[in-house]
């Protein structure tokens, strides 16, 4: 029987655990971002939040151009 993950947060874990050099975010002319890499700058993100008093349940607004970037932001806000 497989483990199925309970959260946005716990795929990302699983897969920078798994395959932390592949790829998660691909962009036209910029470097791949790997799970590894992906899953620190979550943490960078949800700590910078929570740094600012925001946590669990509280809203947050995203106002950031299509790419990479929104994408990390999304998936960091989401976990």
Same mark, same amino acid.
């Not at 947060?9 to 798994?18: F, I, K, V, Y």
């Not at 669990?56 to 950031?64: E, M, S, T």
């Given at each position: /029987?497989?483990t199925?993950?309970?959260? %946005? *947060?716990? $795929?990302?874990? /699983?897969? #920078?655990? @798994?395959r932390?050099?592949?790829? +998660?975010i691909?962009?036209?002319g @910029?470097?791949p971002l790997?799970y590894? @890499?992906?899953?620190r700058? &979550?943490e960078e993100? &949800?700590g910078a $939040?929570a *740094?600012m008093g925001?946590?669990r349940n509280h809203?947050? #607004?995203? &106002?950031?151009?299509?790419?990479p970037?929104? #994408?990390?932001a999304?998936?960091? %806000? +989401?976990?």
């Amino acid at each position: /029987m497989s483990t199925y993950p309970s959260s %946005i *947060r716990q $795929l990302l874990e /699983m897969q #920078a655990e @798994r395959r932390s050099d592949a790829p +998660a975010i691909l962009a036209p002319g @910029r470097e791949p971002l790997s799970y590894a @890499r992906l899953l620190r700058q &979550v943490e960078e993100t &949800v700590g910078a $939040l929570a *740094r600012m008093g925001l946590g669990r349940n509280h809203p947050v #607004a995203l &106002v950031l151009p299509n790419g990479p970037e929104q #994408a990390v932001a999304f998936v960091a %806000i +989401a976990s």
